[in-house]
């Protein structure tokens, strides 16, 4: 630092300033998973399982960062490159420093069971070295569509259900769940509710669903053990009594608690109800004979039986009998409110919602309805003829699927648009609220709206034009030609290499810029990037060659003048590019 006073005498000394910095924690968000229970869905294209697209973590200081998983979630595996291994405890999934990314690889194989509803937890553990981040990915199963069938219950309201007998409940069997059921009495299910608890510690009084009002079931027994040894449940059919619940020592998830209804939940296979005397038989199996085929006005009796006085009791017992509908294995998804949601459809008619936040939904086959909801959304409604709604945000139209080369100018409007994409296995669909296309593996050519666009080639060799409007253009694998049209256009790059160099045939300097942040790795400085870009003019006239590391990445084809500069973006940054 130089100083000089009022007579012009100068001095000279050094300072030194030291910024003693915080560190910042990893910066990652927890997510859903929404994805049908039966696995018969899971082909075609999951049948090593469903993607769970785990997102890595950033982190603000560029430190290295590593992922573990720190429980042991039922049905989620990773890839280890030869085969899928269950995630346990203490698992690295991620790891920056050593390029391990698992994350990328893991999956979610879905119960046997076709109309349970479990939700599992994987909980992960992001770390810098300094600071942690737990995050976690709840993944939810649901049921396919189902015939309905005898619904009933049993409130006694401030007084125990049975005080150590049992509780009866009679319906009568009617259209169209008779015929559903001998059509296949293997996809018949019953689900049973109670509010069972320690009277002592009653949880408060609350208006379930169903419009009844009862205790919910207090946090302490919540985990259910002490009714999973003291509560079986049966169902008598012509006579023939048949359990579907046993009483165990162990705690062996029976039962659950349902944050829905705030009752204690148990969902039951026909298949796994079995005859009291005179089996081995299940309840599926004795539906399946000439003597157990069943009529409209034929009665059943669910009987709840509690073989234990004290404390521990129910005042609620209600359940619910259906049969999988197997022309209709269709799920309804009303996804998150806050976090991000990742959503499988069907083969069905599936009508799936993100709700809030950065959605992706997969509509796979049938005539799906998909709403994105607020945020981000990226919407695939797959084959059938699809009804899809980006709703606010900046939705993505996804047909990345396509089964050939696509020819598709996009219509933002708040109205329906009608896509006729049967040639390319995908329908006719209706959408409206989107902002942006996605195209396939093929040779497609994607244009765009008055408005600003967001339009992403895929694989193969695109032509993308922006028109008017401050567009994003992602030309992808191949060698596209991009054209921004008028407006401020960012051109986005991830690859380098043979197949995968673009044409720009509209870059105006003033206006436009080239995102190369997918090229860095994250907290990349400006040395870093000035070290890695150059500008190529020498191989053909009227091109500039912008190359990271030396390999091509993008050809402006046009007249550019020495010393022109070229506007680069990384990781938020604007970088100059000098010709």
Known sequence: VTATDDNGVTGTDVVTVTITGTNDAPTVDGTCVWLP?????QTPGYSAGYPLLVDVPTDLDGENVSVTATNAPTGVFYFDGANYVAVTANTVLYNSATGLNLLDDLVYRPTATVADTPTTVLNLSAYDGTATT??????????????????????????????????????????????????????????????????????????????????????ADQGGLNLEKEVA????????????????????????????????????????????????????????????????????????????GGNDQARYFGFEISVFDPGNPAITVAGDNLKADLIYGTSGNDNLAGQGGDDRIIGRGGNDIVNGGAGNDNLNGGAGNDTIDGGA????????????????????????TTLNLTGVGLGTDTYRNMEGITGGAFNDTLTGSSGADHLDGGSGNDILTGGDGDDILIGGLGNDDLYGGTGEDIFVFT???????????????????LDL?????????????????????????????????????????????????????VDGQEFALTI
């Open 134 to 219: 737990a995050y976690s990915v709840t993944i939810n199963e649901l049921a396919p569509a189902a015939v309905p069938g005898p619904v009933g219950s049993k409130n006694n309201g401030s007084q125990p259900l049975t005080s150590g007998n049992d509780a009866s409940i009679v319906q009568t069997l009617q259209e169209p769940f008779v015929s559903a059921i001998n059509a296949d009495p293997s996809d018949g299910s019953i689900t049973l509710y109670t509010n069972f608890q320690s009277q002592n510690n009653l949880g408060a009084s609350f208006t379930g669903p169903n419009g009844q009002v009862y205790n919910e079931v207090n946090p």
């Open 37 to 41: 229970s039966d696995p018969s869905q």
């Open 495 to 513: 690859d380098t290499g043979a197949g995968n160099v673009d044409d720009i045939y509209d870059f105006v300097l003033a206006d436009d810029a």
């Open 233 to 308: 449940v049966f169902i008598t059919v012509d006579g023939i009594q048949f359990q579907a619940v046993f009483r165990t020592a162990n705690d062996d998830n029976t039962w659950n608690y349902d944050p829905t209804t705030r009752l204690m939940r148990a969902v039951i296979d026909f298949d796994l109800i079995t005859r009291v005397t005179g089996g081995p038989q299940t309840l599926a199996q004795y539906l399946a004979t000439a003597a157990g085929s069943v009529s409209a006005g034929d009665n059943w009796t669910i009987t709840y039986d509690d073989n234990k």
């Open 517 to 569: 942040s997918g090229l860095f790795g994250p907290g990349v400085d400006h040395a870093a990037v000035g070290a890695a870009l150059g500008v190529d003019n020498s191989t053909t006239p009227n091109v500039s060659t912008v190359t990271f590391d030396g390999a091509e990445v993008v050809n402006l084809v046009g007249t550019y003048a020495d010393n022109d500069v070229i506007k680069v973006i």
């Open 393 to 416: 945000g900046i939705d993505i139209l996804d047909l990345s699927d396509a089964t050939g080369s696509l020819n598709v100018t996009l219509v933002q409007s708040a109205s329906n």
